[in-house]
């Protein structure tokens, strides 16, 4: 079963970092995706841009209103994603437990809907 397992930092966070402790985090990104990849649950994943460059929209009244940034004001901006395909609840939520992100922010893992 897919799940959606959604990194969420606080946006500033990475600044604030120092080169060393940077390095160290791609470092840990990057060994957590190799091991996803080993265990063959990688389907998908990516960064995200910062929210300075997130559009909504929304539709009201039948017309349609676009608005810089993003829909939800909150300490923890959406960062990346990761799509995981594995056995169960169980599974993803071991993997969404080893993801760096759950020690710096939250990791929220959602089951896939199959259309």
């Known amino acids: 079963m897919q ?17 060393a402790e ?3 985090g ?9 091991a996803l990849k080993t265990a063959g649950a990688l389907v ?3 960064r995200l841009q910062g929210t300075t460059t997130a559009t909504t929209v929304r539709v009201a009244s039948g017309k349609s ?3 810089d ?3 939800a ?5 959406l960062a990346g994603y990761y799509l995981i395909d594995v056995a169960d609840l169980d599974a993803a939520l071991a993997w969404a ?3 760096p992100a759950a020690s710096h922010g939250i990791v929220e893992v959602r089951p896939i809907w199959s259309m």
């Not at 799940?3 to 080169?19: H, I, K, T």
């Open 73 to 77: 004001d909150s300490k923890e901006q």
């Open 26 to 34: 791609v470092a840990a990104y990057g060994a957590y995706t190799q």
């Open 3 to 19: 799940y959606l397992l959604m990194l969420y930092a606080e946006e500033g966070g990475w600044a604030r970092m120092s080169p």
């Open 22 to 24: 940077q390095e160290q």
């Open 65 to 67: 209103q676009v608005l």
């Open 97 to 99: 437990a080893r993801c």
């Open 44 to 46: 998908g994943s990516n």
């Open 69 to 71: 940034g993003p829909y």
